[in-house]
Protein backbone atom coordinates (compact mmCIF):
# COMPACT_ATOMS: atom_id res chain seq x y z
CA UNK A 1 0.00 0.00 0.00
CA UNK A 2 2.91 2.56 0.95
CA UNK A 3 4.49 1.38 -2.80
CA UNK A 4 1.43 2.60 -4.37
CA UNK A 5 0.71 5.52 -2.95
CA UNK A 6 4.77 6.87 -2.72
CA UNK A 7 4.16 5.96 -6.81
CA UNK A 8 0.89 7.93 -6.86
CA UNK A 9 2.95 11.05 -4.94
CA UNK A 10 5.75 10.80 -7.55
CA UNK A 11 3.39 10.77 -10.96
CA UNK A 12 1.37 13.50 -9.12
CA UNK A 13 4.28 15.73 -9.07
CA UNK A 14 6.36 14.28 -12.14
CA UNK A 15 2.46 15.58 -13.88
CA UNK A 16 2.58 19.00 -12.11
CA UNK A 17 6.19 20.07 -13.18
CA UNK A 18 5.57 19.16 -16.90
CA UNK A 19 2.36 21.02 -17.12
CA UNK A 20 3.52 24.38 -15.36
CA UNK A 21 6.60 23.92 -18.07
CA UNK A 22 3.87 24.47 -20.75
CA UNK A 23 3.22 27.87 -19.10
CA UNK A 24 4.34 30.88 -20.11
CA UNK A 25 4.65 33.57 -17.36
CA UNK A 26 3.61 37.19 -17.71
CA UNK A 27 7.11 39.07 -17.13
CA UNK A 28 6.96 42.38 -15.06
CA UNK A 29 7.88 44.05 -18.03
CA UNK A 30 6.76 44.15 -21.81
CA UNK A 31 10.08 43.73 -23.60
CA UNK A 32 11.28 45.69 -26.34
CA UNK A 33 9.84 45.21 -29.79
CA UNK A 34 6.38 43.66 -28.47
CA UNK A 35 3.34 44.92 -27.76
CA UNK A 36 0.97 43.09 -25.16
CA UNK A 37 -2.77 42.46 -25.49
CA UNK A 38 -4.85 41.04 -22.40
CA UNK A 39 -8.21 39.26 -23.47
CA UNK A 40 -11.17 38.07 -21.76
CA UNK A 41 -12.82 34.89 -21.51
CA UNK A 42 -14.68 36.24 -24.58
CA UNK A 43 -11.67 37.11 -26.47
CA UNK A 44 -12.84 40.92 -26.12
CA UNK A 45 -9.42 43.17 -25.60
CA UNK A 46 -9.43 44.39 -21.65
CA UNK A 47 -5.75 46.20 -21.88
CA UNK A 48 -3.14 47.00 -23.94
CA UNK A 49 0.18 47.47 -23.29
CA UNK A 50 3.31 48.66 -24.91
CA UNK A 51 7.37 47.90 -25.09
CA UNK A 52 8.94 49.12 -21.46
CA UNK A 53 5.52 49.48 -19.50
CA UNK A 54 4.75 47.05 -16.31
CA UNK A 55 2.99 44.06 -17.69
CA UNK A 56 0.57 44.82 -13.92
CA UNK A 57 -2.95 46.42 -14.38
CA UNK A 58 -5.57 47.00 -11.61
CA UNK A 59 -8.27 44.13 -11.60
CA UNK A 60 -6.23 41.91 -14.05
CA UNK A 61 -4.66 38.67 -13.47
CA UNK A 62 -4.14 34.61 -14.04
CA UNK A 63 -2.91 35.83 -17.20
CA UNK A 64 -1.76 33.06 -19.27
CA UNK A 65 0.15 33.44 -22.88
CA UNK A 66 -2.03 32.20 -26.06
CA UNK A 67 -2.29 32.20 -30.08
CA UNK A 68 -3.32 35.73 -31.30
CA UNK A 69 -5.89 36.18 -33.56
CA UNK A 70 -4.15 36.65 -37.66
CA UNK A 71 -5.25 40.18 -37.40
CA UNK A 72 -2.96 41.14 -35.03
CA UNK A 73 0.81 42.57 -36.13
CA UNK A 74 3.48 39.89 -35.31
CA UNK A 75 4.82 41.66 -32.41
CA UNK A 76 1.80 41.53 -30.82
CA UNK A 77 2.01 38.60 -27.58
CA UNK A 78 -1.96 37.71 -26.82
CA UNK A 79 -2.51 37.05 -22.67
CA UNK A 80 -6.04 35.49 -21.36
CA UNK A 81 -6.28 36.96 -18.56
CA UNK A 82 -9.40 36.75 -15.42
CA UNK A 83 -10.57 40.07 -15.00
CA UNK A 84 -11.19 40.88 -10.77
CA UNK A 85 -13.60 43.37 -9.49
CA UNK A 86 -12.19 45.70 -7.16
CA UNK A 87 -13.07 45.18 -3.91
CA UNK A 88 -12.89 48.08 -0.56
CA UNK A 89 -12.24 47.34 2.85
CA UNK A 90 -16.13 47.67 5.07
Do not use: H
Not at 48 to 66: E, H, L, M, P, V
Not at 67 to 74: A, E, V
Amino acid sequence: MKRILILLVIAIALFGSAVSLAQSKLPRKVPRGKTYVYLNNSGKEIARKRAGQNTSSTGITDCAQITCPSTFGKDVVCWKCVERPITSAQ
